[in-house]
């Protein structure tokens, strides 16, 4: 019986081409971000299945990859319970690795610290464009800063990072979960109802103001609270300039808003604003949600108009290191859409700019040995001079050899023949 040649379902082979944008593109990440200060660390692929499996990771937490124990450890037969039989599982994101790696050596390192990570995470999810069930994740995160210089650091080092890549005239949105729960509140709706509101608040590019009004009369919540509640995005329509928000929810919310959360927004938005390197526009959303249930403060999203979704996003999350260490940890971190923007860069026929001219030598085959040394030494000399060079025996069919390499970028070709 034949082998399977195909890659797993929702994972994929990555071609040259490809291969050679991604490189492209993990260098100006790697060298934005660290020119902002921001040091490389690595995890591991698996995590104990407990710390993925805390509550903390929202749906994703459904979409683990888990792994079975091992060895004498494993009892099939006697298992009546998933915990006799799992122990690990493929992380699927970057962030809870990064909380228990801070935990662990909270004391080797610098405070605040701030973590580049960039790697490989699993998902059980439904593939689909731009969405696999192995993909690459790209997150900076600081820890241990209380402020809100983090995330003025974080949007500025991100929005950077784009805008050398080539992205222009993208979004970021911005919004506050403190904000979200002071809507909620004015509105009269119970605090233990509030993550069941804001799952349908999140529909509302999707469904609209009445979608959500009639989903959420549907749950069974009084239809003051919800005119209420519809009423403050109504007010807050076409509104992006994050400090006209701030004045029209701090009018409308009173004392359910605190002023310090408002200026927080404010300081955020002016500086960087007035510092920001990349085309883009700072955009408050009072219908950010962000799915994970660790985030405690700011949240953010990347809106790419030629990829019409997010292509990356992140917040605060000052409570997660403490379910490590007992003690609470100011942390907040931005997460770059790796695939998403992969995919845009491809579909664009994107071409790595100042890469080295790709030359192939084609040589024929019975080529004396001789002459062959002098090839070797001409190729030497080129690479020497910054070319990229490929020494590869002559086809049969050199005009199908000559258009495949034509697509790996190779733009001029040497033969050499046995005369």
Known sequence: MALNKKPVNGMKDILPYEMEVRDYVTSIIKDTYRSFGFTPIETPAMESIGNLSNKQGGENEKLIFKVMKRGEKLNIAEATTEEQVVDFGMRYDLTVPLCRFYSNHANELTSPFKALQIGSVWRADRPQRGRYRQFTQCDIDILGEPSNLAEIELILATTTTLGRIGFKNFE????????????????????????????????????????????????????????????????????????????????????????????????????????????????????????????????????????????????????????????????????????????????????????????????????????????????????????????????????????????????????????
Request: proline residues 2%; glycine residues 10%; hydrophobic residues 40%.
């Open 172 to 419: 970021i949105r911005i919004n506050e979960r403190r904000i979200l729960k002071a809507m909620a509140a004015y509105a009269g709706f119970s605090e233990e109802d509030y993550d069941s509101i804001f799952i349908t608040l999140d529909k509302m590019d999707k469904i609209g103001l009445d979608g959500v009004s009639a989903e959420l009369l549907e749950a069974g919540y009084s239809k003051e609270s919800i005119d209420k509640y519809v009423g403050l995005f109504a007010a807050l329509e076409g509104v992006k300039d994050v400090a006209t928000g701030m004045e029209v929810l701090l009018d409308k919310l009173g004392e359910f808003l605190d002023t310090e959360v408002a200026d927080w927004m404010r300081e955020i938005a002016t500086a960087v604003n007035a510092t920001k390197e990349a085309q883009f526009e700072l955009v408050f959303d009072p219908t950010l949600v962000r799915g994970m249930s660790y985030y405690t403060g700011t949240i953010f999203e990347i809106a790419i108009p030629e990829f019409g979704g997010s292509c990356g996003g992140g917040g605060r999350y000052d409570k997660m290191i403490g379910n490590f260490t007992g003690q609470n940890t100011p942390a907040c971190g931005f997460s770059i859409g790796f695939e998403r923007i992969i995919l845009l860069l491809m579909e664009q026929g994107f071409k790595v700019p100042g890469a080295n001219k790709k030359v192939a030598y084609l040589v024929e085959k019975g080529y004396p040995a001789e002459k062959l040394a002098e090839v070797m030494a001409q190729a030497k000399a080129a690479r020497e001079q910054g070319q990229t060079v490929l020494v590869v025996r002559m086809n049969k069919n050199k005009k199908f050899q000559k258009e495949q390499l034509t697509n790996e970028g190779y733009e001029e070709f040497v033969e050499f023949f046995n005369r």
